[in-house]
């Protein structure tokens, strides 16, 4: 059964696909993918292997819909999906992000929704331009030789905007877990780039 309209909540939608109507989760997927892609090609660096990924983890997620208690938890369960997905790939093969200082900022949408790539600052000189693109190869050097244990937490909080208890929920650990492991990914980083920053 297809339902005539797919306006509502997440809750609203996903209550509507367990009851069969396919307008519904296309109103999901329509709503969350370009998220979850971003998500996935923050974690792994792939844009062709950051949409498998993510239609993957949809397609779970219809396999899977009756399942899925909370409906308005959606984005977090396709976001833990995507993380299981990631973890077991790179059980097989090395894969590295692709990170840049700007992606760290503050410009960030509360939903994480910002392209991973960014536009250059045209008022930039040559010399400054070039110096902004060697500190982002350094940083995504310094991303990829971190432990997924520590990227996932620094891609879920910095970059998809989530706060620690959300984070905590998408990777199933303590809060606790979750701020140890915030504040080593940091630390590694901050040795890591110490050359880009003053004192």
């Known amino acids: 059964m297809t339902g005539i309209g797919v306006a509502g909540s997440d809750g609203d939608l996903v209550a509507r696909a367990r009851a069969g109507d396919d307008g519904a989760f296309d109103a999901l997927f ?3 993918y370009a998220k979850v892609v971003n998500f996935a090609l923050r974690l792994q660096g792939d844009t062709d292997d950051a949409e498998d990924i993510a239609q ?13 208690r909370d409906g308005q938890a959606l984005l977090a369960w396709l976001y833990r999906t995507v993380v299981n997905i990631v973890r077991d790939r790179a059980k097989s093969a090395s894969r590295k992000p692709l990170w840049r200082f700007a992606d760290l900022g503050s410009t960030r949408t509360a939903g994480g929704s910002a392209p991973v790539e960014e536009v250059a600052d045209d008022s930039l000189d040559p010399s400054r331009r070039l110096m902004a693109a060697e500190r982002d190869r350094a940083l995504e050097r310094a991303i990829a030789e971190l432990p997924l244990e520590f990227r996932e937490p620094l891609v879920l909080h910095h970059l998809q905007q989530m706060d620690v208890d959300e984070v905590a929920r998408v990777l199933r650990v303590p809060v606790g877990t979750v701020k140890s492991r915030l504040s080593r990914g940091r630390s590694r980083l901050r040795e890591a780039l110490a050359g880009w920053f003053d004192g």
């Open 30 to 32: 329509r709503k969350h």
């Open 56 to 68: 993957t983890a949809f397609v779970r997620a219809h396999a899977h819909v009756g399942r899925i």
